[in-house]
């Protein structure tokens, strides 16, 4: 029964994560990603708050033994989701997202690079293949009459994205030595807040009420799908839950169809489908392994 229970918590966060992306997607030529990053991160505090306080956890949120490993959390937290949402106004939903498969396999490498971890001859074959699927969906736009445009930037931003959320898990890793989970979810959401207004005189608008409540939205529908993501892990071994992340792009898919008249072209099926066979071997692999990183892994934020 917990299985079926943790299974359904991650999709649903899933689903949550991609809708927040798409009302990110929605008013990216309203607002600098920058103020979206506020609004996503100062909206998703009231639901924390909430969520920790009901289950007797707030104390435990609020006291840390590393003030400024979470500091740092949260700055290399802000930069992928500023790069990420930057992203969403420039490239299609579904390739922002199949290009944000790349986390994972930047996640093996900088673990075997900066924890000392053993990179094996199968673990490195499955992140060159997830690599391959990443270099299919971003070739189009390596044409020469694209390399000046706009998708270009796009790709340079989701990539930076993908590698600085690698660096969150690799830092979470070193984090949850000293630091409760529940302290790691409230100072990211606090120290972002903070953070992102640091982007303010770069260009931040006055909203009109519609692209408000769209970005309040962002952080309510943030908020619950990282407390949905939380419980899945509390209920559910990680090895079993992983696969699931890529759901994502069946419900990018849907919402760029829907919403913003995007078709993904074939090198975006294709490149998807290596990237998740891959992503699937190393979840196998590491379970095999038995590395344990069911402590981390509850506090990633797809696409943020």
């Not at 969150?168 to 903070?194: D, G, K």
């Not at 408000?212 to 071994?237: F, K, N, P």
């Amino acid at each position: 029964m917990f299985p079926l229970r943790g299974i359904a918590l991650k999709l649903s966060s899933v689903f949550l994560f991609t809708i927040m992306a798409a009302l990110v997607k929605a008013n990216a030529d309203a607002v600098p990603p920058g103020q979206a990053v506020f609004f996503r991160s100062l909206f998703a505090l009231p639901i924390i708050v909430v969520w920790l306080a009901m289950r007797g956890d707030l104390r435990t949120g609020l006291k840390v033994q590393r003030p400024m490993g979470h500091v740092w959390r949260g700055v290399i937290g802000v930069g992928a989701m500023g790069f990420g949402f930057a992203a969403l106004g420039l490239l299609p939903l579904p390739e922002v997202t199949a290009l944000g498969y790349a986390s994972p396999m930047l996640t093996v490498l900088f673990a075997a690079a900066l924890l000392g971890e053993r990179l094996r001859l199968f673990r490195l074959s499955a992140v060159a293949l997830g690599l391959v699927g990443v270099a299919v969906v971003m070739w189009p736009r390596l044409t020469l009459d694209q390399l000046q445009g706009a998708a270009t930037l796009g790709v340079i931003c989701v990539l930076a994205s993908a590698a600085l959320r690698a660096l969150v898990q690799i830092h979470i890793r070193r984090l949850v030595a000293t630091e409760e989970t529940s302290a790691i979810v409230f100072y990211f959401s606090l120290t972002a807040t903070l953070l992102s207004l640091l982007s303010l005189p770069f260009g931040w608008t006055m909203p009109s009420t519609e692209v408000a409540l769209m970005l309040v939205g962002t952080g309510l529908i943030g908020g619950v799908a990282q407390i949905l993501l939380t419980s899945a892990y509390r209920t559910t071994e990680a090895a079993v839950l992983a696969p699931f992340d890529y759901a994502s792009i069946l419900f990018a898919i849907l919402f760029g169809m829907a919403f913003f008249d995007e078709v993904p072209g074939p090198n975006v099926i294709v490149g998807s489908v290596i990237v998740m066979a891959a992503g699937v071997i190393i979840v196998w692999r590491e379970r095999a392994l038995g590395l344990q990183r069911g402590k981390a892994r509850p506090n990633m934020t797809p696409h943020a």
